[in-house]
């Protein structure tokens, strides 16, 4: 109580003092209106304890008389007075602190913001930024705006502000990732492997490492043409909530837009993790939906892993061919189980024998093509289509996840009506949806706000 004087005592009290008459004047009402009544009045009691409070603490500051010198020159100092305002989840708060100035080497100090972990230009405390990060990278900006203004009150952040934080969080967050360190090092292969050494491994190791990758595409803001986001899942365990329908316990998000070189090591590190560093000790199965990029990436990254094309996207596209070459519907589901059949026993000669004699009925250039494009896309996979034997090994042969994960990570917050994304911004909401999703955030932030 020696910092506090009977002054405060009194002023403090009258407030409070008040805001009971006020409260105790009022007549039954609903229980919302008694519960906005409430937050106003610690609203302002809030309000007017925190600039007390700061008021007190620039005061005591000020008393320092070592601060009467340049810390870099030792010269003589200016000590000024500067009015701030910053926006806290408490309230929009207004005090005046001291500053510190060199008119020699121009070194300019506020004490009471270096106690208080402020920069010279922040405008809000590190809690209400990490309310509308979190906000810009769940719901559309607009909508963001209006959420956070009910959840402070009486304040408001601009959308715009919200997305340029939601910008600058969501780009420090690839800087952290271990793909963008992994990436750096790639002139140097020894600091490269030195970096993989020092990884915390897993113990014991995984036996079985599951990798779905995906692409989604999103309207981009920066030509006509849309752009595809990256989105991988590895996995190890997974437990059966349901008949048919299991949840993965132990899964890691991966994703980007902007640097598909970081993704590549993002991922390859958390195998390598999962491995116990020892890649060629367990099984890696890459699951995918046909796409050149998924199963170039194993050759290149992961060349002892296995790859699986994923039996639904198979089916749906064998549906898809037959649906517009076979015109009798009876004809064409018999014409697709059948090559189903040939296809689950891993006999795919067999299979682009059986489209080549399909072919061979028909004459009309779309037909032909669209047979011909299914016997590219069955060729081009064939290493992935073996599932009598990875059903006998107990493997799993479907890559729902990575659907799965395409509509968690993306398509809820950047696939809706009407957006259109830039590069930069659609990687920054990105990369912190993956952090919320794999349990990181809180880890990130302890970080990022003392930086």
């Known amino acids: 109580m020696k910092n506090i004087t009977e002054k405060d005592i009194t002023e403090l009290g009258k407030l409070w003092q008040e805001e009971i008459i006020n409260l105790s004047e009022t007549t039954p009402e609903s229980l919302d209106a008694l519960e906005n009544r409430?937050?106003?009045v610690l609203h302002r009691l809030g309000k007017a304890m925190m600039e007390w409070k700061l008021h007190e603490w620039n005061?005591?500051?000020?008393?320092?008389?070592?601060?009467?010198?340049?810390?870099?020159?030792?010269?003589?100092?200016?000590?000024?007075?500067?009015?701030?305002?910053?926006?806290?989840?408490?309230a929009n708060i207004d005090y005046e602190r001291h500053m510190i100035h060199c008119p020699k080497c121009n070194n300019t100090e506020y004490p009471l913001d270096k106690v208080l972990g402020l920069q010279p230009l922040q405008r809000m405390s590190s809690s209400v930024e990490e309310l509308s990060v979190l906000c810009g990278a769940s719901w559309d900006y607009g909508k963001s705006e209006d959420?956070?203004?009910?959840?402070?009150?009486?304040?408001?952040?601009?959308?715009?502000?919200?997305?340029?934080?939601?910008?600058?969080?969501?780009?420090?967050?690839?800087?952290?990732?271990?793909?963008?360190?992994?990436?750096e090092l790639e002139s140097?292969?020894?600091?490269?492997?030195?970096?993989?050494?020092?990884?915390?491994?897993?113990?014991?190791?995984?036996?079985?490492?599951?990798?779905?990758?995906?692409?989604?595409?999103?309207?981009?803001?920066?030509?006509?043409?849309?752009?595809?986001?990256?989105?991988?899942?590895?996995?190890?365990?997974?437990?059966?909530?349901?008949?048919?329908?299991?949840?993965?316990?132990?899964?890691?998000?991966?994703?980007?837009?902007?640097?598909?070189?970081?993704?590549k090591w993002d991922m390859v590190a958390e195998i390598y993790k999962r491995s116990g560093?020892?890649?060629?000790?367990?099984?890696?199965?890459?699951?995918?939906?046909?796409?050149?990029?998924?199963?170039?990436?194993?050759?290149?990254?992961?060349?002892?892993?296995?790859?699986?094309?994923?039996?639904?996207?198979?089916c749906e596209k064998v549906k898809e061919r037959f649906g517009s070459v076979i015109e009798n519907g009876r004809d064409c589901r018999k014409s697709?189980?059948?090559?189903?059949?040939?296809?689950?026993?891993?006999?795919?000669?067999?299979?682009?024998?059986y489209i080549d004699g399909l072919s061979r009925r028909y004459r009309k250039k779309d037909k032909l093509e669209a047979l011909k494009k299914l016997s590219s896309y069955i060729e081009r996979n064939r290493e992935g289509i073996w599932y009598e034997e990875a059903k006998q090994q107990g493997i799993s042969i479907g890559s729902g996840s990575a659907d799965k994960a395409g509509d968690i990570v993306i398509c809820r917050r950047m696939k809706l009506r009407g957006m259109r994304w830039s590069r930069h911004g659609s990687d920054a909401v990105e990369n912190i949806r993956i952090l919320v999703l794999n349990g990181e955030w809180d880890q990130f932030w302890r970080k990022h706000k003392v930086a």
């Not at 020159?73 to 926006?87: A, P």
């Open 336 to 353: 697709v189980d059948e090559l189903m059949r040939i296809l689950n026993a891993g006999e795919v000669d067999t299979a682009l024998s």
């Open 277 to 314: 560093g020892n890649l060629d000790g367990v099984d890696v199965l890459v699951r995918g939906d046909g796409a050149s990029w998924i199963n170039g990436f194993r050759l290149e990254h992961l060349p002892k892993s296995r790859y699986i094309l994923d039996h639904h996207h198979l």
């Open 188 to 263: 140097n292969k020894r600091l490269q492997g030195d970096y993989f050494e020092s990884m915390k491994l897993w113990s014991p190791p995984k036996l079985r490492i599951y990798v779905d990758m995906d692409g989604v595409m999103i309207n981009s803001r920066d030509n006509a043409k849309r752009m595809e986001g990256k989105v991988g899942l590895v996995w190890s365990e997974r437990e059966l909530v349901k008949e048919d329908t299991y949840s993965l316990t132990d899964k890691c998000y991966i994703g980007t837009f902007a640097d598909l070189e970081r993704f």
């Open 59 to 90: 005061s005591s500051l000020n008393k320092d008389k070592s601060k009467d010198k340049c810390p870099k020159c030792d010269s003589k100092v200016h000590n000024r007075k500067r009015t701030k305002q910053i926006l806290t989840t408490v």
């Open 147 to 183: 959420i956070l203004c009910k959840l402070l009150r009486h304040n408001r952040l601009s959308h715009e502000t919200i997305q340029e934080k939601t910008n600058e969080v969501g780009n420090a967050i690839s800087k952290e990732l271990e793909g963008s360190k992994i990436k």
């Open 38 to 40: 409430i937050q106003d």
